[in-house]
């Protein structure tokens, strides 16, 4: 179809689509009015069955636990798959002379932007650590946790060099972690069932105190592999990404 | 304006195809499709807000305190990280493709045809 | 509880995460590795078996993290399987053994990657298909969709894969992103995502329009996944650039998946709410028999295997969705039936293609004419599985044909019997004249078409070594998989069962009462009267009708230079090719503003209909 065609039947249809969209949101209860009940029976119940003062994180690691390992492995097969695109093909030298000339030009990373992404490094860590391990608390859990802790990794890139960055998440041990807090999360599932419970059932004691790091059951534990495996995930796909950078320049030296 | 949040998901979805169906660059087409996603996550954050009620976090808010819906903060919260790993995926389709065919328009893309 | 349920899916992922985690151990040691995984796919083919064997007189429930109802509200997520549910479930399951059986040892493989990714594609499609939950039912769907966006392009270092799974992957999850604003606004409306629930809420409200409009964005992401025109495009595109193993499941229980979803969806969502049951199945009607006669005739002048293959998938969707439209339970035997013998009898289709792909390096027809007259097992395979495409008794196709056809007769739509019976001497015709051509060298070669011939010689050989002959584990699977399709047809008591399995399917207020109430509903409610299954001579007579139709459309495909009639060089099919090239541009462009145009069309079908 030629682009001007295109947009012109685009535009029909779109107006008809969105006018049947509009006439069916129209007919929800409006902003505001949420008319439950899921909603508030999980507000209401949340805190006394499991012992987490943060009920975002009871739902999606506990009541809707099966869903998230659902998700969980979508962001895996995501990444294998990222990887076997990106994979070094025929034709493709890694490192080629001119990357590894000593007297190349390298261009400087300016001194502010390696101080501050040396500073911030280390609070990064603990900032990603602190919100993964407390899912049941507070708004945070595994994957916001996760995300950040793989920018602390960026960030060495940023302050230094891409072949630094690589150092510090070689390609097999990124993937087995990344293995491990998706097999592990599936693997506390089968803990249950071991134990003659249903599937992803919370049965690790609920602790004393509601809210405080070791309440809540699985849910910390739950959340801490997906912390695990959200931040090897995000590593691996911009690891694959930046080494693009170099594989691009076929035919070169 | 007891609507006008579910308009806003109506248009984004609109402007996310719109930029679909015209692009000419497949980086380009491949945020759109992020634009069209988030039109789903204003949809379900809005349906689930209650009015003047708190967030449902209750460390330090007793428990019968009309809270909005954690649901769909669940839903779209694993969402959102999924979408920008499924993105990625794309984006290295794109990568490849630019180097096998030399060109990032979707339009010139033409070794499938009939 | 009995747990099976809950290992179906959790066995698969867990395996994926296993072998990624030993990656460096198992990338060596190829043979354990494709131990590995086809164990996992033949284990949860066993549970699934087992589950619809079990299931047969009653749906089983099954709730995650132990999570049962509470104060009238589903609060958690069940798994709700039934012998229909379980059935596709293991088809799939078949599918991916036999696909992986097939690529033992000798497919290029890239690290442990291949393996995870079909095996999550397993985890998704069973989860798919046992899900009571519409949010879990769309991120199995999303699982389902990411392992095949990576598994199309596989080899990147082809410009056709980067194509065809870019267009795969923006059509798909502009479906799957509908599909989500769909379940938004129906959950905002009833505050729930149990399916049951949903159903029980919006049957007791008067159907208003967020109900209609909620019911055509969750379907559109299947109508999508399903290949039904005008949101089709991306299937051709994907099956021509994907690896055999990838294609077999694409076509033979992807796309069917899709069709389950939107009978499920109806069935036990939608359907008492929505209400005017003759005019909504008249609609999806039309809708199956466009898709029916569009993909036959596009399927008819492909030149390029594995694309002409992907084209008669989606007429066959199309007579599957008629199937499920005709809304009785007769109707929606026949689709099952029809779905596990065309599953079979495709898959074996594509793993033949593949051992040519193999053997000769190509999947040009034109070129390939007369090249695989040694091939002699891979050939008779292959035509014994077109002769099942083509709906010869005793084959399962020609059951689950007879059963849709009888159906449509008895609700006063005699004509799809005729229009059937069209498509599967096209598409029968087309894959005849391959076997013709390729294996047994008749007749003369079809005209160069130069764009095919470029598209189909690009399609470089996916196997590593050892060309000259055919591994016993690449030729066992597909003979295995027609045979069964042809032993099938023959168990008599499968209709009776089938059938009873789908009364039970279309009983909504069972179902409801089976997940909400725990109830166990022995004997369910027939929407529509049970119809008989027997094999009536209409029946044997349009089945072996359209094998032999197919087999002289073939003849004529094969011999048309030297009859006289047709010598003015008039090619059967040749005249098609500008319209179809003008639609098939390869441009996603183009495919997303059909899906628009055709969701905007059906959406106000749809508003008219149900006021």
Known sequence: ?253 | MQYFPFVVVAWILAVGLYGIVTSRHLVHQIICLIVVQSSTYVLLLGVGYVTGAVAPYYFDVKVHTPAVDPVVQALALTDVVVEAAVTALLCSFAIQAHKRFGTLDPQELASLKG | MDQLLAFVVAVPLLVAAAITAAGPLLGRRRRLLDAIAILAAASVAVMLAVIMVRTAGGDEVYWFAGIRPARGAVIGIDFEAGSLSAGLALLAALLVTAAMTFSWRYFQRVATHYHTLMLTFLAGMAGFCLTGDIFDMFVWFELMGVSAYALTAYRPEERGPLQGALNFAITNSVGAYLSLSGIGLIYGRTGALNMAQIGVYVSRHPASQLVVVAFLLIISGLLIKSAIVPFHFWLADAHAVAPTPACVLFSGVMVELGLYGIARVYWSMFGQALGHRAAISHVFVALGVLTAVAGALFCFRERHIKRMLAFSTISHAGIFLTGIALLTPLGLTGTATYVAGHGLVKAALFLCTGIVLHRLGSVNETWLHGRGRHLRVTGVVFTLAAFGLADLPPFATFLGKGYIDDSAWAHGLPWVMGVFIACAILTGGAVFRVAGGVFYGLGDAPSEDAEMAEMASEETSETGSDKQRTPLTMIIPPALLVACAAVIGLITQLGRAVQAAAIRFEDQAGYNATVLAGAHIAHPVAIAASESTGITVTDVLTGTGSAAGALVLACLALYWRRLPLLRRGYEPGAGLTAPIQRFQSGVVNDYVTWIVLGLACLGGVLALVVR
């Open chain 1, 1 to 253: 179809m030629k682009p001007a065609q295109r947009r012109w039947i685009f535009l029909i249809g779109a107006a008809g689509l969105v006018a049947f969209f509009l006439w069916g949101l129209f007919g929800l209860p409006g902003f505001g009015r949420y008319p439950g009940p899921y909603g508030f029976i999980i507000n209401s119940i949340a805190l006394r069955q499991t012992y987490a003062t943060g009920t975002v994180s009871a739902v999606n690691f506990g009541y809707r636990g099966f869903d998230t390992v659902g998700e969980e492995f979508i962001l895996f097969a995501a990444a294998a798959g990222v990887s076997t695109v990106l994979r070094r093909l025929r034709g493709e030298r890694e490192r080629s002379a001119v990357d590894e000339a000593a007297d190349r030009d390298v261009p400087p990373t300016s001194g502010a932007v390696r101080m501050m992404a040396l500073i911030l490094t280390g609070p990064i860590v603990v900032f990603g650590w602190w919100l993964a391990s407390h899912a049941q608390a507070s708004p945070s859990g595994g994957f916001q946790g996760g995300v950040i802790l793989a920018t602390a990794f960026i960030l060495v890139y940023l302050a230094g060099e891409f072949l630094v960055f690589k150092r510090f998440s070689p390609v097999g041990l990124t993937d087995a972690v990344e293995a491990v807090g998706a097999g592990g999360f599936a693997a506390i599932g089968v803990a249950a069932v071991g134990m003659g419970l249903a599937y992803l059932t919370n049965f690790l004691p609920k602790g004393q105190f509601a809210g405080a790091v070791s309440s809540a059951g699985t849910i910390p534990l739950i959340s801490f592999f997906v912390g695990l495996e959200v931040a090897a995930a995000f590593i691996l796909i911009v690891a694959e990404l930046l080494e693009q950078t170099l594989l691009i320049r076929r035919g070169d030296g």
